[in-house]
């Protein structure tokens, strides 16, 4: 199974971008997918763990790979997922695209971790991007 751990950041205005170290057994490769989405307040950020993994997850069935284990520092996101909690309105949609990207694998998990190098590069790369 492949591990993917995420680090993502996105600015006010909802352009984001997310990074993953693909790990398996013959080494690690660092991926890059850019995503768009809805920001709101008092959300705390859980729409952009949603843009994220919904990227990094499309990118992945896309490449062909159908078994992934996903690192994410969103425990929130998680507890969504595992215990099918009821959700703020502007999370319900990002949640059914988040499914629908994840039904592609024939088998996933989801697990809390983080990964500041990661994180920081994504966060570096959207404040380049919106002082540019």
Same mark, same amino acid.
């Given at each position: ?12 205005? &909802?352009?984001? =971008? #997310? /990074?993953?170290? *693909? !790990?398996?057994? @013959?080494?690690?490769?660092?991926? $890059?997918?850019?995503? %768009? ?7 705390? &950020?859980?729409? =952009? #763990? /949603?843009?994220? *993994? !919904?990227?990094? @997850?499309?990118?992945?069935?896309? $490449?062909?790979?159908? %078994? ?65």
């Amino acid at each position: 199974m492949l591990q993917a751990q995420l680090g993502y950041a996105a600015d006010r205005y &909802g352009h984001g =971008v #997310a /990074y993953a170290r *693909l !790990t398996t057994r @013959a080494g690690e490769r660092l991926v $890059r997918a850019a995503f %768009r989405i809805a920001r709101f307040p008092g959300l705390d &950020g859980r729409e =952009v #763990a /949603y843009g994220a *993994l !919904t990227a990094i @997850a499309a990118m992945l069935s896309a $490449r062909g790979i159908d %078994r992934v284990r996903f690192l994410l520092p969103d425990e929130s996101l998680i507890a969504d997922r595992r215990e099918h909690r009821p959700l703020p309105p502007p999370i319900e949609l990002p949640y059914v695209r988040l499914g629908c990207a994840l039904n592609r694998f024939a088998a996933f998990d989801l697990q809390a971790g983080e990964d500041r190098d990661l994180s920081a590069r994504a966060v570096a790369e959207v404040e380049l991007h919106t002082a540019a």
